[in-house]
């Protein structure tokens, strides 16, 4: 099917599963699967070249989505890959609660059409092994946390055990974090912002590491578009005549819960987040509040910062 100048455009999603991804075009009867191997990508991006789709949609599925996001991007096809969640409501909101690899294909086609979300740059190779490698460290630090519990309330028997797994992932951790140091330092823009950064007095490294591979967009957005990104923006509950309180929900959880801690440290440790969180404890504000405001704050700080390319002491001393 050639796409001439009067043709509507077209939308595609590709719902992607371990065994198979399902494809479909909205508005049309067009529906395929394929296998994500390389013969098959090969014959998708030939499909895609008739096609010539104005967007293509994927859920977000754990790594699972790169693969096919990459040989689309080989052939300059525009790809945004979606938070599972948008979808999800998407389909609540239009009536189709079954999940079925098929509907889900269709929908997110449907998504693609109706909401036609900014297509993204595909990160370069450096960019994706710094993700992969941080996405490890978290997967580590994870299973580390599990078993430190186990450790505690397991019989006496499998303690050693468990003992000696935990040693192991804490010396695979120390490794692991000497891998992402070595990849920052071996890049001159990612070193520049990771000195940037951990100027900001209760801006570890670890902080540092997860804004570098998963908040590559600091410095490039406004700070409100920033809140929303990572999900400490505040957003209204009200209906009616119920008013409810404000809460943050949706972003990035991964760069939330990090930024949480620092942000906890940085009450006692940096004098304009610490400064600003008394100021809001004494106007009487629930911690839980103040916190979240003082987030919000340090996010600001960040964004300025690697934004002017100004370390901690030439902005804000």
Known sequence: MDQGQDQPSLFVGIDISKAVCDVDVHGSSDRWQFTRDGERLTKLQEQMRVLKPALVVLEATGGLETIVAA????????????????????????GKLAKIDKIDAAMLAHFASALQPEPQTLPDEDAQRLRAVYERRRQLMEILRAEQTRLHSSPVYVRSDIQDHVDWLKKRLAETDKDLTKLIQNSPLWR???????????????????????????????HKQMEA???????????????????????????????YMATLRATSSNPAIKAFY?????????TKVALVACMRKMLTILNAIIKQKDSWKEAFT
């Open 192 to 222: 520049e912002k990771d000195e940037l950064l951990q100027s900001v007095p209760g801006v570890g490294k670890i902080l540092s590491f997860t804004i570098l591979a998963s908040l590559p967009e600091l410095g490039s957005l406004s």
């Open 71 to 94: 040989a689309l991007a080989v052939i300059s096809v525009p790809v945004a890959v979606v938070n599972a969640r948008q979808p999800r409501d998407f389909a609540r909101a239009t």
């Open 229 to 259: 990104l990572v999900g400490v923006a505040p957003f209204n509950r009200d209906s009616g005549a119920f008013r409810g309180r404000r809460t943050i929900w949706g972003g990035r959880a991964t760069v939330r819960v990090v930024l």
């Open 278 to 286: 008394e100021r809001l404890k004494a106007a009487g504000k629930p």
